[in-house]
């Protein structure tokens, strides 16, 4: 029997960055089940969105789908936005039938996947004057914030750095130069910005201008979206999905 595609669904971006980012990671994922459908959509911002892929999965002549939500936590776009698109588009499809994936963090690949891009800067988990900042998005959904905060303090405990603390790019606190702040209370001399995003955007792109501006010339580490943890993570996500009960057709 034909599996059921997997739709991987971003946030979307007007930076094209962002997308070229998410079609490499999905390449890395065919790569490794080269028999599997694996098609990208957006929430917004970005081409195509959800509810159109979803329109060309059933004109395909697939019955069943996979969407696997390529967000780091439970905020609103997880918990609203993807089951609205969904919805609508089994208003268009009634015999539809879709499962929706868990988001992709909490889950190990996903620290592990920051951890080799901050590596492959050069920080050195050695070095006591190295101040570390794990930068993400930022949400006014608590959870989703902790997360972060969860890995810096494992990130800590494994190392000798003066300090690791999660800073965030908008909604939450502390901000970077807070952040920078603190880390040189604690003996930082040094610093380095590990990336809590999957993708190139607005905001990490203002974690970099500030993080520049106040700590002089911080290593800064990339996205984390086209490793090969996280391709393998999606694919968890869609065999998780696939055995649970879908959402159900309107027919």
Do not use: C, K
Not at 38 to 53: H, T
Not at 124 to 151: C, K, Q
Not at 207 to 235: F, K, N, R, T, W
């Amino acid at each position: 029997m034909t599996s059921a595609p997997l739709v991987a669904v971003a946030h979307g971006s007007r930076d094209p960055r962002s997308a070229e980012t998410v079609h490499r990671l999905l390449g890395v994922v065919r790569a490794l089940r080269p028999e599997l459908d694996v098609r990208a959509a957006f929430l917004d911002l970005s081409q195509p969105l959800l509810g159109d892929v979803l329109d060309a999965v059933r004109a395909d002549g697939h019955r069943e789908a996979v969407v696997v939500p390529l967000l780091l936590g439970h905020a609103f776009h997880a918990r609203v936005d993807v089951p609205a698109a969904v919805a609508e588009a089994q208003q268009r499809h009634p015999d539809l039938r879709v499962r929706i994936g868990d988001v992709l963090g909490p889950d190990p690949r996903l620290d592990a996947a920051a951890w080799r891009r901050l590596l492959a800067t050069g920080a050195d988990p050695d070095d006591p004057e190295l101040g570390v900042l794990l930068a993400g998005a930022g949400s006014s959904h608590a959870p989703a914030n902790r997360l972060v905060a969860d890995v810096a303090a494992r990130w800590q405990s494994r190392t000798s750095w003066a300090g690791t603390v999660a800073t965030f790019a908008a909604a939450a606190a502390p901000d970077v130069p807070a952040a920078i702040e603190l880390l040189r209370a604690r003996g930082a001399r040094r610093f380095a910005v590990g990336s809590w995003f999957l993708a190139p955007g607005l905001l990490p792109d203002r974690i970099v201008e500030l993080a520049s501006a106040h700590a002089g010339a911080p290593l800064l580490a990339a996205p984390m979206a086209d490793d090969a943890g996280v391709a393998d993570l999606v694919l968890h996500r869609y065999d998780l999905a696939s055995v649970e009960a879908p959402v159900p057709a309107l027919t």
